[in-house]
């Protein structure tokens, strides 16, 4: 068998290396890394490239270029610098793909992905939120695969018959509920960044973390489900299930739930894209259901996590208002992080930019093109600054 080519856009983050250290102990030949890219982590990111013999690599920001030529000096590895030179990577022959970039700034090299009609690995689910219709007519256009990594959407993935579409009544994505499951609304209020980064079940990069807390991350997930598996929302249900085990159900027709589960180890969902459609084995702990005893689910609480009806209303707006919530909530994280506004706060500037934003654009088309997209995501940052400085305390 000759080896999957492979690119990995966002190689320095919590997915990235996780995707590297399953090549790593892959089958001798069975990968061959054509290009990886990263933000700023010019040393990371040269170093992977020697160890893993890749062709090309890229950083987004220009200012660490020459710290990654550097890197590089003495190896016949190409190398670029700048936003455009990460949708290079992107572009370059690859038989797959892992778009595990953070947030918006993977759009553009996802597209070039999907564009020329490789196998996709969707980590980054901020792309499919705010540009979901676009890249599935590019999919379809191209005949490119996208493979979801998200585990709850490869959970999915798996159990999802496409051939049995019409029986199937609706999926169930689990949430661990983040930390604040059982927090009161006063514990949620005081909170912050180190107490809402500090996830319960997974390990993963910060802005997901803090989107799991108000379960925002959940609230993305909705609006990804719902492109990947084309279901209106009100087929799409979440459960809290804070152990973290059952990663995703189908519920059929004749009353029986398929489910996907396994230890919360991201390897596990990345292994699955990685050797699909064969299987490949990993170093994740294996689950021992009769230690584990008993598994736990309750349905969220909308009250305490209006992030979740926030973006079911955003899916049902259409148009931009996906993309203006997206873009909203990487602000409204960011300045609480930042320390400038409270945790509850990060709901309430996502809901006055898409109040602000349903009011200037009345009902609007889907983003037809990348630019429009791009366009709807400044939009969204906009209101969102504008929001976070009026709740700034
Ligand atoms: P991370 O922050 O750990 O890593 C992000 C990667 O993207 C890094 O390599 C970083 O250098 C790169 N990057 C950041 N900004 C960039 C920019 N402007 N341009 C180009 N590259 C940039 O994030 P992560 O936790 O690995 O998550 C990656 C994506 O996968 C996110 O969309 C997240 O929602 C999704 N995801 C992650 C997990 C997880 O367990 N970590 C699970 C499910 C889905
Ligand atoms: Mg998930």
Redesign the pocket.
């Given at each position: 068998m000759s080896a999957r080519t492979i690119t990995l856009?966002?190689?320095?983050?919590?997915?990235?290396?996780?995707t590297l250290d399953l090549i790593a102990r892959a089958e001798a030949g069975a990968y061959d890394v054509v290009a990886l890219?990263?933000?700023?982590?010019a040393l990371e990111l040269a170093e992977a490239a020697r160890r893993f013999g890749a062709r090309f690599c890229a950083v987004?920001?220009e200012a660490a270029g020459p710290a990654l030529g550097e890197a590089l000096a003495g190896s016949a590895i190409k190398w670029g610098a700048g936003?455009q030179a990460?949708a290079d990577a992107a572009a370059m022959e690859a038989d797959w793909v892992m778009?595990?970039?953070?947030?918006a700034?993977?759009l553009q090299?996802i597209l070039a992905a999907v564009r020329r009609g490789a196998c996709v690995a969707f980590?980054?689910?901020?792309a499919l939120v705010c540009a979901g219709v676009l890249m599935l007519e590019e999919a379809a256009r191209s005949g490119a695969t996208l493979l979801p990594?998200?585990?709850e959407h490869n959970a999915i993935f798996q159990a999802f018959d496409p051939a049995q579409r019409r029986h199937i009544r609706r999926i169930i994505l689990t949430a661990s509920g983040g930390p604040f499951h059982n927090a009161s609304l006063d514990t949620m209020r005081q909170a912050g960044p180190e107490q809402a980064v500090a996830h319960p079940t997974?390990?993963?990069?910060?802005?997901?973390?803090v989107?799991s807390a108000p379960m925002m991350?959940k609230g993305?997930e909705i609006i990804e489900a719902c492109h990947l598996f084309a279901l209106p929302q009100e087929q799409v249900d979440v459960l809290v299930h804070p152990e973290s085990i059952v990663h995703g159900l189908v519920e059929y027709a004749d009353g029986g739930m398929l489910a996907q589960l396994g230890c919360p180890d991201?390897r596990t969902p990345i292994a699955h894209a990685l050797a699909w459609p064969d299987r490949m084995d990993t170093p994740v702990e294996r689950l021992d259901l009769a230690k584990l005893g008993a598994l736990s689910f309750f349905a969220p609480d909308p009250g305490r996590f209006p992030a979740l009806g926030l973006a079911r209303n955003a899916f049902i707006a259409g148009g931009t208002a996906p993309a203006v919530l997206n873009a909203a909530n990487e602000v409204a994280v960011a300045a609480f992080l930042a320390g400038q506004i409270g945790f509850l706060d990060i709901a309430a500037a996502v809901s006055e930019a898409l109040d602000e934003g349903a009011r200037a654009a009345g009902a609007s088309a889907a983003p037809a093109s990348i630019d429009a997209v791009i366009e709807a995501d400044a939009h969204g940052r906009r209101l969102a600054q504008a929001a976070v400085s009026r709740l700034a305390r």
């Open positions: 856009l966002g190689a320095t983050g919590s997915v990235g290396r996780a890219t990263a933000n700023s982590q987004a920001d936003p990460v778009a595990a970039i953070v947030g700034a993977g090299p980590a980054n689910k901020e990594v998200d585990s997974w390990s993963m990069g910060a802005k997901i973390s989107d991350n993305l991201m």
